[in-house]
């Protein structure tokens, strides 16, 4: 059985869907797995010991967490904008009478992102706009610039 051009393209759109799908959810999740709790590593290593011995859990330091919610908020930027930079732009020009912190706000409360901090959530939103506009649509990046600068 031979599939028509129409079929061939929806076929085809169905995976770019699922693909986008997979990339924006699953993708971030496997690069930035929850942290384990330090009491966890302690019960791990204390059963994985044959006698027990005190270890001392080093304290971490703001840099490694700083560095590791970066790539993510780095990865997860990347491929939204690459997958959802033509839709960020319909969504621009649709809700033009809404200013961009209205935007950014309606969208952090529909897409919550797990990993990142409220602080971080802001800054990849801004980055998702600006990086969309002029990526897809350079005639709404001045309005996304005046925006992000206002809000």
């Known amino acids: 059985m031979q599939l028509s051009k129409l079929e061939m393209r929806i076929l085809l759109v169905m995976v770019v869907v699922i693909v986008g799908i997979l990339a924006v959810v699953i993708v971030p999740r496997l690069v930035a797995p929850a942290p384990a709790e330090p009491a966890t590593v302690a019960r791990v290593t204390a059963t994985l010991t044959p006698t027990p011995a005190p270890t001392a859990l080093p304290t971490p330091s703001s840099t490694p967490t700083q560095k590791s919610e970066q790539q993510s908020l780095d990865d997860i930027v990347a491929s939204?904008?690459?997958?959802?930079?033509?839709?960020?732009?319909?969504?621009?020009?649709?809700?033009?009478?809404?200013?961009?912190?209205?935007?950014?706000?309606?969208?952090?409360?529909?897409?919550?992102?797990?990993?990142?901090?409220?602080?971080?959530?802001?800054?990849?939103?801004?980055?998702?706009?600006?990086?969309?506009?002029?990526?897809?649509?350079?005639?709404?990046?001045?309005?996304?610039?005046?925006?992000?600068?206002?809000?």
């Open 80 to 151: 939204t904008v690459s997958v959802y930079s033509v839709l960020v732009c319909t969504s621009l020009q649709e809700y033009s009478a809404l200013s961009i912190p209205q935007i950014v706000d309606r969208v952090l409360t529909q897409y919550p992102t797990t990993g990142l901090s409220d602080q971080s959530r802001q800054v990849m939103a801004h980055r998702v706009l600006t990086e969309s506009a002029a990526k897809s649509c350079p005639d709404q990046s001045p309005r996304v610039a005046a925006g992000i600068t206002q809000g």
